[in-house]
């Protein structure tokens, strides 16, 4: 099967375009199927932030969001990573719905992560879906809670003896507790949250 250009006609082959992938045609035109409509049911929906994203997805995490986020990936990886596990696609570059005819596609427009933040919470209305602390926001593992006894060496002493509830991430093993770090971030988390509601302005302060 053939993939004709629009604009002069030329063939390619089917082959050449997995996951909604585009290519410039010898004429300069682009070519492609026609644009793939994906199944994004999952409520809440789970998310794949490309590269430039990565402080916007450990928000999303802290807020309870599955958010898959890798340091260093190519475009064709991201898409069809997020296409195979039905994830939508929040990205920073602007050229990549023209470059991948897939639906699910976010650009985002804010360089600043908690006005990124407010404004995915907005548009799939997440305010009432956030979960805080279940995730970790290091590695996106939903976390499991941790007896005091399974904390001992792997927190600090002056943690370890103030604090009576843990929770501890299977996938990369970190430990997580109640203290003064997550009740600044809770502050942040709360200010987008009332500011996606329209209720109060948005913390700044990250």
Not at 119 to 141: G, H, K, P, W, Y
Request: charged fraction near 30%.
């Amino acid at each position: 099967m053939g993939v004709p250009c629009s604009q002069c006609g030329r063939e390619y082959d089917v082959a050449l375009f997995p996951f909604g992938r585009t290519l410039h045609c010898t004429c300069g035109n682009r070519v492609g199927l026609a644009p793939r409509v994906r199944d994004l049911g999952a409520d809440p929906p789970r998310f794949m932030a490309d590269a430039m994203l990565g402080r916007l997805a450990r928000w999303l995490r802290i807020l309870g969001f599955d958010t898959a986020w890798e340091a260093h990936i190519a475009d064709g990886e991201l898409v069809r990573r997020a296409v195979e596990e039905h994830r939508v696609i929040l990205t920073r570059d602007r050229a990549l719905p023209g470059e991948w005819r897939v639906s699910g596609v976010v650009v985002v427009a804010s360089e600043e992560p908690l006005v990124q933040l407010r404004d995915i919470v907005e548009r799939f209305d997440l305010a009432r879906q956030a979960r805080l602390f279940t995730r970790c926001s290091r590695c996106n593992t939903p976390l499991e809670a941790a007896s005091k006894a399974e904390a001992r060496g792997s927190v600090p002493p002056r943690v370890w003896n103030a604090q009576t509830q843990f929770r501890r991430c299977p996938g990369c093993a970190r430990f997580y507790w109640s203290g003064s770090h997550t009740d600044r971030m809770r502050r942040v988390v709360d200010g987008v949250l009332d500011s996606a509601d329209g209720r109060d302005e948005i913390f700044l302060d990250s």
